[in-house]
């Protein structure tokens, strides 16, 4: 499997610290609001990028943080007259739903910035007595860019391109150059926790450094994230944990590309500013899910109606396909002396070599979703509209499920008016009216499983659904 690593800016071979065990950091959110399509992006890419190291047959230990104290938090809690742990929450419990939508598994660790507390002031106080972080009159503490001759590696950024006016690099006076903060002492009617320096909190950066360090050790497997981290996130990530630790902070560093909404980049000054929920009650969280797999995690994505639209009935292509099989294999008769033809059998295998060769380059999702289809192209044509035996359409049913478990298709949870229980109850009221030869009764329910989008195929060896493309 190749990785490609923003640290070196090429394709490498993944290979492990340790043998079979993978160690992953993750970029959470900051629980301040309801995540955003750009936010989903890397929750999905890299639940995916797990997903695969499992199925690889890895031992993966995944962390993902939440930021629960930040400026953007005490401002929605002010904005909203309740205290700052209310608000982290409440949102990263909305994070949770979402999460849960969207079918990514949860990680082994979730810390929170609140929780870390001890641990990232032993950090700091370690960085202090190395001589990479100072105290400034006002009592804050900041990491010095000039102590650490290797800034700027990652993003490949000079210390003449950094820019003042972000949450990341505070302006002050009492500073220098564009160093960037470790704890910030609390402003009056600020949550704040004891330090040998005062009564603060930690900065943004060195959270991370903190808990890598706490749950995975000094150096890791790899760290991921949106590329908007990149700078000055992860290279302050690697600033302070390569000072304070004297080794590589991580061997691969992966990064998706941004989510544009009608071809501009999404942002709330214009406007275009979407909620993965809003987006999931419209659409469905499975779709929203497909869309982050559909182009390759490190190119731009485009957000529209039509677009989702597309997604949506790639979706049903395979869903329409895993349930023609199920129903096929209802009908069959139980043969066990049945075998599948062994040239139908290799011509279907092909298609999942293509689709671990794209995701051993690079976890090529785009790809790796042409092979599937291409799959069940040759399942509908060859398998389906063909008198397939048992054990060729159960070989097809296994095939497709192993697939699309890796990109997190698997055992989807259907809305309740979509629901399998649901239809196969009124397909069952369907066929004993037909028994009864009431087949007024029979059309109605028939109406009513067209208004549930569900094709019913009648055929001499009983009856086929499957949902409207």
């Known amino acids: 499997m190749k990785l490609y690593n923003t640290l070196t800016r090429k394709k490498e071979i993944f290979k492990p610290i340790n043998k079979n065990k993978v160690k992953i950091y993750s970029c959470g959110p900051t629980v301040y609001n309801y995540i955003h399509l750009g936010n989903a992006r890397p929750v999905c890419v890299f639940d995916v990028l797990r997903r695969y190291l499992e199925y690889c047959g890895f031992s993966v230990l995944f962390v993902q943080n939440f930021t629960d104290i930040d400026d953007k938090i005490i401002k929605e809690s002010k904005k909203m007259n309740i205290s700052v742990k209310e608000v982290s929450d409440l949102y990263r419990k909305e994070y949770e739903k979402d999460a849960k939508g969207l079918l990514v598994k949860k990680a082994d660790i979730h810390p929170t910035a609140t929780a870390e507390i001890k641990n990232i002031i032993i950090f700091i ?140 980049k999404m942002s709330k000054s214009l406007g275009n500013f979407f909620t993965v929920r809003d987006v999931a009650n419209k659409f469905g969280y499975s779709v929203v899910r497909y869309l982050m797999l559909s182009s390759h995690y490190r190119t731009p994505i485009n957000y529209s109606e039509e677009i989702m639209n597309q997604c949506n009935s790639a979706l049903l292509r395979i869903k329409n396909c895993q349930e023609s099989l199920i129903c096929a294999i209802k009908l069959s008769k139980i043969d066990i002396t049945n075998e599948i033809d062994n040239n139908l059998k290799e011509d279907l295998l092909k298609h999942k070599i293509c689709f671990i060769e794209a995701m051993d380059d690079d976890l090529n999702t785009a790809n790796a979703l042409a092979a599937l289809f291409n799959l069940i192209r040759d399942v509908n044509s060859k398998v389906l509209s063909k008198n397939s035996n048992k054990e060729t359409l159960v070989f097809c049913k296994d095939l497709i499920c192993e697939l699309t478990s890796i990109l997190g298709f698997l055992n989807e949870e259907r809305s309740k008016n979509n629901s399998n229980d649901e239809i196969e109850y009124l397909l069952f009221k369907r066929e004993e009216a037909r028994k009864n030869k009431d087949f007024k009764e029979a059309d109605k329910i028939r109406e009513e499983l067209d208004k549930k989008n569900v094709i019913v195929k009648d055929t001499n060896k009983g009856y086929f659904w499957k949902f409207k493309d």
């Open 125 to 264: 106080s370690e960085l202090i007595n190395l001589g990479f972080a100072y105290k400034t009159d006002s009592g804050d503490i900041y990491f010095n860019i000039n102590k650490f001759s290797k800034y700027g590696k990652l993003s490949g950024q000079s210390l003449k391109d950094l820019q003042l006016g972000s949450r990341h690099f505070l302006s002050s006076s009492e500073k220098i150059n564009y160093d960037f903060v470790l704890w910030k002492i609390a402003k009056e009617d600020e949550p704040f926790w004891d330090s040998p320096w005062g009564k603060g909190r930690p900065g943004w950066h060195i959270e991370c450094s903190s808990m890598i360090r706490t749950y995975l050790g000094t150096t890791i497997d790899i760290h991921c994230g949106g590329q908007d981290l990149c700078f000055p996130h992860h290279e302050n990530e690697i600033a302070q944990s390569e000072s304070c630790n004297n080794k590589k902070l991580a061997n691969f560093w992966l990064h998706n590309g941004f989510v544009n909404i009608n071809n501009e």
